[in-house]
């Protein structure tokens, strides 16, 4: 690909964050079939949100840096998406009544909770990640 037309790929992808949310991303690795993003979500009042295309043989990575005592709410909504979300041996998933959300929860004094997005053939999807306070009630 030429570096104008990769360099057009990189500024729409990042137009694709909700307007905040670049302030989240860490780093970014594009491959060849698997991009990662590393984001960390410190205020609660601030949530990720990314849509974006996933499909075919391609797959998108997200990992969260979280921090002992933190909660993470993680959605992904899309027709055809699969998500999988790995807490890691420091955290703890759990599930909620809605399919496409669930509950992370940092036991220890760090985490890389990793979320992998995917699709057949193909899917528009929006992930969000909000970072919940201790207080809010929630499974």
Do not use: Q
């Amino acid at each position: 690909m030429k570096k104008t037309t990769m360099a057009a790929v990189l500024l729409m992808a990042s137009l694709l964050l909700a307007p905040g949310c670049v302030n989240h991303v860490i780093h970014t690795h594009e491959g060849v079939s698997r991009d990662t993003t590393w984001i960390r979500v410190e205020e609660a009042k601030t949530p990720f949100v990314v849509s974006d295309i996933v499909g075919g043989e391609h797959i998108t990575r997200y990992r969260i840096l979280g921090f002992e005592g933190e909660r993470y709410l993680i959605t992904g909504s899309g027709e055809n998406l699969y998500m999988s979300v790995d807490p890691g041996p420091s955290a703890r998933l759990t599930s909620t009544p809605d399919d496409d959300t669930c509950l992370v929860e940092v036991l220890s004094m760090d985490a890389l909770i990793s979320i992998e997005l995917s699709a057949h053939p193909v899917s528009e999807y929006t992930l969000e990640i909000h970072r919940v306070k201790a207080g809010d009630i929630f499974p």
